[in-house]
Nanobody
Framework: VQLQACGGGLVQAGGSLRLTCAAS????????VGWFRQAPGKERVFVAA????????DYADSVKGRFAISRDNAQKRVHLQMNSLSPEDTAAYYC??????????????????????WGQGTQVTVSS
């Protein structure tokens, strides 16, 4: 499977962006997909995840109430709607597919090591 993230860009503080993760390959619908971000000089951190069915979601505390994750299994896409952006959200954003099918645990999906396929990243820059 291949993942491609897009939708990043430059936006002013308070603005919005919508990221999309597009997947190729047959196996997509049964897998949790997560978004992570990495700022320069910092480690990659969890942002949000959505279960294979779309019924389960999890968010990092820093984005709760501002970001919303959704998926369209027919289109093999996962979206991350980001609102009320701040300069602290500036980072490269990566989508990834969890390594286990039909599995969603809020402690587990926050760990980058539990994902086996990663997209190339899309840059989000928020100006103050």
């Amino acid at each position: 499977v291949q993942l491609q993230a897009c939708g990043g860009g430059l936006v002013q503080a308070g603005g919005s962006l919508r990221l999309t993760c597009a997947a190729s390959g047959r196996t997509f619908g049964g897998y949790t997909v997560g978004w992570f971000r990495q700022a320069p000089g910092k480690e990659r951190v969890f942002v949000a995840a959505i279960s294979g069915s779309g019924r389960g979601t999890d968010y990092a505390d820093s984005v709760k109430g501002r970001f919303a994750i959704s998926r369209d299994n027919a289109q093999k896409r996962v979206h991350l709607q980001m609102n009320s952006l701040s300069p602290e959200d500036t980072a490269a954003y990566y989508c990834a597919r969890h390594s286990r099918m039909y599995y969603f645990s809020k402690d587990d999906v926050q760990m980058a090591n539990n994902y086996d396929y990663w997209g190339q990243g899309t840059q989000v820059t928020v100006s103050s």
